[in-house]
């Protein structure tokens, strides 16, 4: 089965980008019909869907964030990463990373990684 | 945008209980709609996927219903090891959740 675990600072001052990458393990990140991605949970809120990337490269973001977000892959790490620009404390959530399949279902998530913006 | 719309938001059950949560989408998702518990600390799980098709290796005590813009998840016999978040979430347009449905045992 494969695994996913993210990684990156649980600390980024505002203004600063958000930098977070996650880790596939027990699979290949470039088998086709998956797509890699990316998804936050607000404290106390729902879940937000930021965007994913597939493993030729093409990506499709959440319009609300389209503006400052950026998703790539490292095929060769089997790896895939965001960038989330000019953070505020709004962006302070739990990051997921997680993999969709052919339909609209993420069937599998990483643990998650908590992401504060404070100064 | 397509609002995803939980109910309740809290639920407290007893070991046993049938236990059911519905979710309302705001426009027409046909059966675009799939359901996942959080756990804090771990990683989520999906549990349906396509309104009603249980996942693999998911009891079978849990279902789900509907099309449209009504849905229902359905715990048939809670236990305790049910405890978590619930959430909706539909893929008819980009992807978007419902607020959640935090169960509690009684």
């Known amino acids: 089965q494969v695994q996913l675990q993210e990684s990156g600072p649980g600390l980024v001052k505002p203004s600063q980008t958000l930098s977070l990458t996650c880790s596939v393990s027990r699979g290949s990140i470039s088998i086709s019909g998956y797509y890699w991605s990316w998804i936050r949970h607000h404290p106390g809120k729902g879940l937000e869907w930021i965007g994913y990337i597939y493993y030729t490269g093409s990506t499709f973001y959440n319009p609300s964030l389209q503006s400052r977000v950026t998703i790539s892959v490292d095929t060769s790490k089997n790896q895939f990463s965001l960038n989330l620009r000019s953070v505020t404390a709004a962006d302070t959530a739990v990051y997921y990373c997680?993999?969709?399949?052919?339909?609209?279902?993420?069937?599998?998530w990483g643990q998650g990684t908590m992401v504060t913006v404070s100064s | 945008d397509i609002q995803m719309t939980q109910s309740p938001s809290s639920l407290s059950a007893s070991v046993g209980d049938r236990v059911t949560i519905t979710c309302q989408a705001t426009q027409d998702i046909s059966n675009y709609l799939n359901w996942y518990q959080l756990k804090p600390g771990k990683a989520p799980k999906l549990l349906i996927y396509d309104a009603s098709d249980l996942e693999a290796g998911v009891p079978s005590r849990f279902s789900g219903s509907g099309s449209g813009t009504d849905f229902t998840f359905t715990i048939s016999s809670l236990q305790p090891e049910d405890v978590a978040t619930y959430y909706c979430q539909q893929y008819n347009d980009l992807y978007t959740f419902g607020q959640g449905t935090k169960l509690e045992i009684k």
């Open positions: 997680a993999r969709r399949g052919v339909a609209g279902a993420f069937h599998i």
